[in-house]
C-alpha cells in the first residue's frame, strides 16, 4: 500500500545538537516530498520540497533534506537545533500524478529541545 | 498579506448540530485546500478547490460533509448532521497554483459533544 512513514513519535535532542528526522515514503515512482513544521495550536508552515534535481534541499530556518531514492527516503537534517525549534514536525508526499495538490501526510514526529 | 484566515478558531456543539467552517484564502491563490487532523489519523487532505471547482473530494468521510466555495475569496465546510467522532482540527490552506506551497490557516478545533 502506498504510504508515508516517520518512525519516530518523539524526539529529545539538546539545544546546539544535531537533528535527523526520519520519513520513508512507499510509492511506484517518486512523489514530490515535503516537510512541514507545525508549532502548537498554529498551522503548518512548509519548510522545504523536492520536485526533482539536486538531492539535497536547502530549505528555512536552517534546514535541510536529502532525497535517497535508493532507499525511498527524505530525512530532514539541522545541524545546530535552537530550543525555538522544538515543534512536531511532518513528512509529505504528492503521489506522482498529482502534481504537487494532492498532500498525503506522514503522522509527525515531535521535537523536544532540551536546555 | 493576513495569510489565509479560519473562523471559528473554536467551536463546541452537541451532536447532531450543524456546524460551519470558514476560510478565506489568500488573495490571487487559486487552490483550496480542506484538511482534517486528528490523533488517530493524522492529517488528511477532505477536498480541494481549483478556481472555486471542486477537483477532489475523495477525502471527504461521507454525506454528513460537504464543501462550497462560492466565490474566490471564500469557503465553507459544513457538517450536518455533527457527531462525537468530527471532534478535530480542520484546517484550510490555498496556494498559488499546482506544485506551489500550501499556506495553512490557524486552524478550527471542533468538539462534538
Known amino acids: 500500500a502506498q504510504s508515508v512513514t516517520q518512525p519516530d513519535i518523539h524526539i529529545t535532542v539538546s539545544e546546539g545538537a544535531s537533528l535527523e528526522l526520519r520519513c520513508n515514503y512507499s510509492y511506484g515512482a517518486t512523489p514530490y516530498l515535503f516537510w512541514y513544521v507545525q508549532s502548537p495550536g498554529q498551522g503548518l508552515q512548509l519548510l522545504l520540497k523536492y520536485f526533482s534535481g539536486d538531492t539535497l534541499v536547502q530549505g528555512i530556518k536552517g534546514f535541510e533534506a536529502e532525497f535517497k531514492r535508493s532507499q525511498s527516503s527524505f530525512n530532514l537534517r539541522k545541524p545546530s537545533v535552537h530550543w525555538s525549534d522544538a515543534a512536531e514536525y511532518f513528512c509529505a508526499v504528492a503521489p506522482p500524478g498529482e502534481y504537487g495538490n494532492k498532500l498525503v501526510f506522514g503522522a509527525g514526529t515531535i521535537l523536544r529541545v532540551k536546555s | 498579506d493576513a495569510g489565509v484566515i479560519q473562523s471559528p478558531r473554536h467551536e463546541v456543539t452537541e451532536m447532531g448540530q450543524e456546524v460551519t467552517l470558514r476560510c478565506k484564502p489568500i488573495s490571487g491563490h487559486d487552490y483550496l485546500f480542506w484538511y482534517r487532523q486528528t490523533m488517530m489519523r493524522g492529517l488528511e487532505l477532505l477536498i480541494y478547490f481549483n478556481n472555486n471547482v471542486p477537483i477532489d473530494d475523495s477525502g471527504m468521510p461521507e454525506d454528513r460533509f460537504s464543501a462550497k466555495m462560492p466565490n474566490a475569496s471564500f469557503s465553507t465546510l459544513k457538517i450536518q448532521p455533527s457527531e462525537p467522532r468530527d471532534s478535530a482540527v480542520y484546517f484550510c490552506?490555498?496556494?498559488?497554483?499546482?506544485?506551489?506551497?500550501?499556506?495553512f490557516g490557524p486552524g478550527t478545533r471542533l468538539l462534538v459533544l
Open positions: 490552506a490555498s496556494s498559488l497554483g499546482t506544485q506551489e506551497t500550501q499556506y
